[in-house]
């Protein structure tokens, strides 16, 4: 059956990664002696320049009607002083409500291969494997009133729940536990916030339905320094929006690059959203440095959780296996001195493992 994927390149590094994953969407398709249809949208900056609009209508229609939506990055210099409602981020924050794609599921592993890329030491990141359940449409980033008072002497952002909310997705995180290692981490500032009580005292609540899954809870600091301290004994983490942006950035450094990192956002309904953690890293874009296999993954975990093509997605982590294992690196994650390949070359060795996979 043909699918429908949206395509939101979105700025900067965006847009090189996402030209990559059409390409390795197009391999699986043809896989499966298919045509997609993929189809492309305008988000961030550059749907600002071209409708004064960071999340135009149409780019919010086209993800509705799509089987999943993958999304690159958006951001950068260029529009970093417009209002917070027209700034690129806020096309993001949009379309991550409009899609109601409540829970960020974010793995964080360790690759064999690049076990060196990571500051930490080896024995101390072998073998981590966990993840992230990141609250994505509440919280801190969504609470109103959010707005700057008496001509701008004050400033207002609101962090607001509703237990619901809450409870949605912990339940997911709940799930995840029961199919994986059975331990769930919920992250919090209980001992300050009123907002964190109430998300434990639902953790608390939620758990009596999952007997089989052991709840731990940790204030946000802690926590911070226990994911580099001890990674390997965290399975899944649930969290705050905030609090999980944070500690997603933080987690990517135990597997060497952010350029690693893929994202699944799910709803109860609808597409899911596929984007990587990280951004549009102005600092590097246009100049085909840029790592795609965060986006890749994040492909992957597209055909697992939203085109149920288990299969493909094995392939193509399995092929993102290889060339890691093969010793292939992006600048990101080569080591002073070392050689690397650019953004095209290692997609183009990731595109032709699949396809003989998949052939
Ligand atoms: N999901 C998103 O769209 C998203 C996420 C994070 C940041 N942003 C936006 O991106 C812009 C830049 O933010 P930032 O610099 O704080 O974070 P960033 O993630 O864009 O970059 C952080 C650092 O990581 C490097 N990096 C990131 N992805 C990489 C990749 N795939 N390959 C190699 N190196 C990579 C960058 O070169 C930079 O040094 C901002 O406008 C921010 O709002 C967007
Ligand atoms: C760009 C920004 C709005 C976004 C977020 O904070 O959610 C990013 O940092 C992320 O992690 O996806
Ligand atoms: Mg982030």
Redesign the pocket.
Known sequence: MTKKIAILP?????RE?TAEAVKLIHVVAEAHGERWSLEEGLI?GSAYDATGNPLPEETVRLCRAADAVL???????K??QLPGDRR??AG?LGIRKALEVFANLRPIQTWPGLLAASPLKRELVEGVDFIIVRELTGGLYFGEPKARLNGGEAVVDTLHYTRDEIRRVVRVAFDLAKSRRGRLTSVDKANVLESSRVWREVVEEVAADYPGVTVEHLLVDNAAMQIVTRPKTFDVIVTENMFGDILS?EAAVITG???MLPSASLGEKGPGLY??????????AGQG???????FLSVALMMRHSLQLPHAADAIEQAVYGVIERGVR???LARAGEAFVKTAEVSAMVCEDVQRRLG
């Open positions: 979105g700025d900067g590094i965006g990664v961030g999304l690159g990055a958006v951001g950068g210099p529009w970093d690129p981020e993001l950035d690059s952010i350029g984007e990587p953690v990280h951004g549009s890293a102005p600092d590097i440095l840029a790592n795609p296999l965060a986006t992006t600048r990101d």
